[in-house]
């Protein structure tokens, strides 16, 4: 029979490996709710280092992944620095999801529509369960946010990528890939 102590820590280890896992491409979706680290947010915000930008800040994404995996998502957070530009109250923007049980945003919580950014479907990560954040926003909401980017950037921008099966990252990549 196997002790109890290493049954433990099987447990253990498999659940830290499930909660660390990263997102597969055709679970990301316009109004998903993730987390990811500034450092890999590109373009870089200004003021992100290595050892700034290692804490990981709740990021919705605008669209599906483009064909090289990469996903335009606006981030979420209490204090955004000025070059975040325009900021939105983010109970702006869950207000049918938390109707629908879905869950809310803290109180307090910003949403930066002014500086949408990209981040690698394989740098986003599931939200904690616990967290009482949504997992995805009602599609009302997704929508409220997507003009609410539009048009606080300018840029004409809409961001309908079309789902579809996305290259893998540099490091993971077959020889043979095209």
Do not use: C
Not at 30 to 50: I, Q, R
Not at 83 to 93: F, I, L, N, P, R
Not at 139 to 163: C, I, M, Q, R, W
């Amino acid at each position: 029979m196997y002790s109890i102590r290493l049954i433990s820590l099987a447990v253990v280890l498999f659940g830290s490996l499930v909660a660390n896992a990263a997102v597969a491409p055709h679970h990301v979706n316009p109004g998903s709710v993730f987390v990811a680290k500034p450092l890999h947010f590109d373009p870089p915000h200004p003021g992100h280092s290595v050892s700034s930008g290692q804490r990981n800040h709740p990021v919705i994404a605008l669209s599906h992944p483009d064909h090289d995996g990469w996903v335009p998502v606006v981030a979420v957070s209490h204090n955004h620095p000025a070059h975040m530009g325009e900021t939105h109250a983010a109970s702006h923007y869950d207000k049918h999801t938390y109707a629908a049980g879905h869950g809310e945003f803290s109180p307090g919580s910003r949403i930066a529509v002014g500086a949408p950014t990209h981040v690698h479907v394989s740098n986003l990560n599931p939200i904690n369960i616990e967290s009482g954040m949504p997992h995805t926003l009602h599609h009302h909401d997704t929508h409220n946010l997507k003009e609410a980017v539009y048009h606080a950037t300018g840029s004409g921008h809409h961001y309908d990528n079309d789902p579809h099966p996305v290259a893998p990252p540099p490091w993971r990549q077959p020889q043979n890939w095209q």
